[in-house]
């Protein structure tokens, strides 16, 4: 089955809605996006709770959106939750989280529902591999969730290519449709710690393709550092292809009037094998800057280009 989320070129990533991101504003970014087409949404159960209260205030704040828009809006969003990653004191997850252990599932996924005043999401991850329980309990778990209705695909986030593997291999009704990691136009140097996060390492690329997954890549910004000069591109990214793949950036923005952060975005949705982005973004003028990035069409030469040059270092050149 395809996952509705390869329909979307963009998915607006709404991390700090309801924190850093006043729901005031997270509502007009959200109007916005509506307007624009871009209706692929992603949050979590957990976002952000390192900056605010529990963790529930970006499902929150997209509750009270769809409250107040009635359910013609709601129905227009493709709509994707996280669990498995909030942090609870003793929790049996990895590092003390709610974990995705049967009953903390539907736990959870009652508590999202109701925090997002719906009644079902399209998709449904799990936020990190749970090492502790065993994969055909979660996979159960999830699929039992599609049967009632509660939930349309279920899809992974953060794993390696082993667990996706083993996870795939289980006999459920339903499998994985999707699978959400780190990545960007920059590739990290070997071996570069971005933990938490999980980064798309080609083993995994290529077991999601050969299985038929959607592709979706997270913090594909750098947070900015592609265009702000108050946020410098990440060490775990300085490897000698940066100049070069900085160059090639610039050189295609320039010829399609997008800075070089739109470009990653363009270059990701349109790539041979897509990873759709999603984008964080903090205002109206950030998704209206992401939506024109993804729907602006590179030729292919110009692809080829981006793709050579983050890979060829300068001596290759
Ligand atoms: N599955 C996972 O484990 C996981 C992990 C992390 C994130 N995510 C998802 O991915 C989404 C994006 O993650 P992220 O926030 O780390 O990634 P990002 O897309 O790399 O960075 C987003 C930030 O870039 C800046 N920005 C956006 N548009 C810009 C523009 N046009 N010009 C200059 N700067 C711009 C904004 O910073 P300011 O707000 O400071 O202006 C924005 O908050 C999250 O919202 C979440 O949905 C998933």
Redesign the pocket.
Known sequence: MTSLLAAHPLTL????FGTT?PARIAHDVLDRARDLGALSW???NI?AHWVGRDGGESERTLGAWFDSRGPIARDEVTLAT?IGNLPVAGGPGPGGTTGLGASAVRRQVTDSLQRLRTDRVEVL?A??DDLHTPLDETLGALSDLIDEGLVREIAA??YSAERLHAALSVPTAHRFTAL?Q?F?YLRPAPGADLSP?VQLDDAVAHLAHRSGLTLVG???????AY??ADRPIPEQYRTPALGPALLALGEVGSEVDL?A??TVLAWMTQRGRPVRP??????V??IE??WRAVTTELDPDQIDRLDRARIVGPAAR
């Open positions: 990533g709404t991390m700090y991101v992603d949050t979590a976002y996280k991850y936020h990190i986030s953060n959400q780190r960007t996060h997270y913090s594909p910004l750098l947070s900015g265009t702000r800075d952060g739109q999603v984008a964080g973004v903090s205002s003028g950030q800057d992401a």
